[in-house]
């Protein structure tokens, strides 16, 4: 069973910066692509960012471009979502997320993405 497990939420001052970390378990996490997303309250969980399986290809939402990064250690079944220049707009609640085929680039497509970490939230303070 695919697990997903984030960490590194909290609040900081906008600005500011925060390290993001998921750490799966249940398959050869270097077989597949994984995403970012975020989900303010009332609103629609929306697109962070992506990697694909060996980290070569990377996507984000325009408005965290230039700000966030993705990266993957695959030795360690980790995917991280470096934040900085923090703004209000980017508090929400951060998931990370795996597709169920391996070797297939999911990118952008929400609904490609089928296992779910529980979530950590991230406040930014102006």
């Known amino acids: 069973q695919v697990q997903l497990v984030e960490s590194g939420g909290g609040l900081v001052q906008a600005g500011g910066s925060l390290r993001l970390s998921c750490a799966a378990s249940?398959?050869?996490?270097?077989?597949?692509?994984m995403g970012w997303f975020r989900q303010a309250p009332g609103k629609e969980r929306e697109f962070v960012a992506a990697?694909?399986?060996?980290?070569?290809?990377?996507d984000y939402v325009d408005s965290v471009m230039g700000r966030f990064t993705i990266s993957r250690d695959n030795a360690k079944n980790t995917v991280h979502l470096q934040m900085n220049s923090l703004k209000p707009e980017d508090t929400a609640v951060y998931y990370c997320a795996a597709p169920r085929n391996s070797y297939y680039y999911t990118g952008s497509t929400l609904s490609k993405y089928v296992y779910w970490g529980q979530g950590t939230q991230v406040t930014v303070s102006s």
């Open positions: 249940g398959r050869t996490f270097s077989s597949y692509a």
């Open positions: 990697i694909s399986w060996s980290g070569g290809r990377t």
